[in-house]
């Protein structure tokens, strides 16, 4: 690769970021010392850790949210229409309690495989606005779209015991659809091989995957609850 194809390419990748970044209401950084701290990332990426939450605002503010909610008493809802079958949060921690005890890897598919059940809706049908994100009680009583599921998988399984660092809701461009999307990855270790698998949970696909097999995934965030990371080809 020449000089010029570099800068081009950094070029491509720099409004990539700024797109994707826009679509889902976050200006994103770029982490100081990058180029030293990089490390193999999933969707062959590499990545740079940063503990600064402040760009991630809708992402704060759904937390925020949720630690709000769950001090509260919901009032039992109908689930007659309602092919999640979990309409407030009493009923979401029943549906957890029902899977502790078992191994991580049931855990995950449970989870992935319940909250698909929901029905996709755009955040412009919702809440009239082009991007929200959405607390657990708001996904239960309205739906939501990519990053809804996401929030609510990864907050499932921080209540089922998972660490914060197992869990990271991913910012991605679809490259087959050319649009950007959110998912959420959870790092896994095997306890027969003892090998790290980096297992994928997406509302676009039926069952639990190793993110090794998704090609068509190019990731330009990815967040938990105490850190972000930047990602780059």
């Known amino acids: 690769m020449t000089k010029a194809d570099l800068i081009a390419s950094i070029k491509r990748f720099a409004a990539l970021i700024i797109v994707l970044a826009a679509s889902f209401g976050v200006l994103v ?5 990058a180029k030293s701290k990089a490390q193999p990332s999933f969707f062959n990426s590499v990545e740079v850790r940063s503990s600064n939450l402040k760009p991630f605002k809708k992402w704060r ?4 949210r949720y630690t709000l909610e769950k001090t509260k008493k919901q009032k039992k809802k109908s689930c007659s229409s309602n092919n999640l079958g979990i309409c407030d949060y009493g009923e979401w921690e029943k549906f957890l309690k029902s899977l502790q005890g078992k191994d991580k890897l049931t855990q995950v598919r449970a989870v992935n495989f319940r909250m698909n059940k929901a029905k996709y809706i ?4 919702n809440w009239g ?12 009583a309205n739906f939501g779209d990519c990053e809804d599921y996401a929030i609510i998988k990864f907050l499932s399984l921080k209540l089922l015991g998972f660490k914060d660092e ?6 991605v461009k679809d490259l087959n659809l050319k649009v950007g999307h959110a998912v959420l990855v ?3 270790k095997n306890p027969k091989s003892g090998k790290m698998h980096n297992l994928l949970l997406d509302n676009q696909i039926k069952k639990v995957v190793d993110a090794r097999k998704v090609r068509h995934y190019q990731p330009v965030f990815s967040i938990n609850s105490k850190n972000w990371w930047r990602h780059r080809s």
């Open 129 to 140: 606005r082009k991007d929200y994100w959405a607390t657990p009680a708001e996904f239960m």
């Open 29 to 33: 950084p770029i982490p100081a010392g």
């Open 186 to 188: 959870v790092s896994w």
């Open 166 to 171: 197992e869990l990271r809701v991913v910012a």
């Open 61 to 64: 503010a759904a937390l925020q």
């Open 122 to 125: 755009t955040d412009k049908n």
